[in-house]
């Protein structure tokens, strides 16, 4: 539904789309995978908070564990004794280029990367925290290395600095959410006005933007305890996403908003612990609620300057500017030429420009929070089998 009202010399453009409209009016696939499925009644979009990235770690000081590394790195003083070695983390590579990387020194356990991605040609849409835990471990045991385990308040080790409970101790997580803005040119709209919006994440921290133009936005980056992104899915889909998934992201016009809770803010919190994130607690969409509100803002304002041909928006920018463009020395035919194409824009360069009188849109975009698709689990698993 679209509405639009005069108010104040302006026009205020209000759109609601439910974004399950898109999915039962988008393009149905050949795939009989999907044939099957675009029939089905709508359902009601829930807010769908995954994870996209798994870093833990776990100690066991009994020791004895496999070594997993993908060599050392040492530093030697002058007489030849060795100062420091460290282990390099061995990186695990699956289909799709998708790789996580691991490390074990005989006592200490080590995961880190996108665990929900490993072994899919796409992330568009991925795992809870738990289901990201699951797949981790299935991957150490793969390895010969112990499961992740939940942290135990009853059994304790001494660490190198403090006394340390035994279990896991997750030490990254991003938190995702997708959003329906309309279109691509929507979407472009949102991501260049809040490009300008400072946001204040959990506990009042408030960070400001740093944009990277039609791509995204990002606030609060190179901070130790959490950063926020916004940017447009379609633009970074890569090779291995099938074409029918391409066109859907597009035309729901997709914005990716992830939450990096860093090591800092997790122990601060108490995240890092397993527990805090077993199933039915809800906490990826208790803890990603603390950080969007920035996507509330979303009245962005627009003029007939962006409506332009970019050639004919200069001519324009330079009349807004100030200068007398029918008294310049171009010809009378090109200043005739201006002025006929200009006028529709509601601009006539035989006058000053009068800034008080331009006119300025403001259109608002509601971001809807995106379901997974029923046909998005069948289609990457059709994909996956036939690659095997």
Known sequence: MISAVVQ?????????????????AFPASKKSWN???????????????FCDWFSAYQIYPEGGLPVVNNGCVLSVDNDGEIEWTTQRKIEHVESYDTKVRILCDGFRVLLDGNISRLG???????????QCLEKANELLRSFGLPAF???????????????????????????TCNYFSGNQERA???????????????HGSRAVPKPYGIAGISWNEGSKFWYAKLYNKFLEMGKHATDHLSDWVKEVGLLRHEISLK?????????????????????????????????TRNTVQQNHFEDM?????????????????WLC?????TKNRWRKELLPYGIDIKLPCDVTRLSTRLEVISLSPLAVPDWYWAMQETQVQQAA
Not at 37 to 43: I, Q, V, Y
Not at 309 to 325: C, F, Q, S, T, Y
């Open 149 to 175: 385990s939940q942290i135990d308040d009853n059994a304790f080790f001494q660490g190198k600095d403090s006394v340390m409970r035994t279990g896991c101790q997750i030490t990254r997580l991003d938190l």
């Open 309 to 325: 041909p970019e050639n004919l928006r200069g001519v324009a920018m330079r009349w807004r500017d100030g200068e007398n463009l």
């Open 120 to 130: 899919r040609p796409d992330n568009v849409f991925g795992l809870t925290v738990w």
């Open 263 to 295: 090591s800092r803010y997790l122990k601060k919190y108490e995240l890092q612990d397993l527990r805090k994130w077993l199933p039915g607690a809800n906490m990826e969409n208790i803890i990603y609620g603390k950080f969007n509100d920035v996507l």
């Open 8 to 24: 104040n010399s302006e026009l205020l453009v209000t759109t609601n789309i439910d974004a399950c409209q898109l999915f039962s």
């Open 188 to 202: 472009g709209r949102v991501v260049n006005f809040l490009s300008g919006q400072a946001i204040h994440g959990a």
């Open 329 to 333: 020395t171009k010809s009378r035919w």
């Open 35 to 49: 044939s099957e499925r675009t029939n089905k009644p709508a359902k009601k979009p829930q807010i769908t908070v």
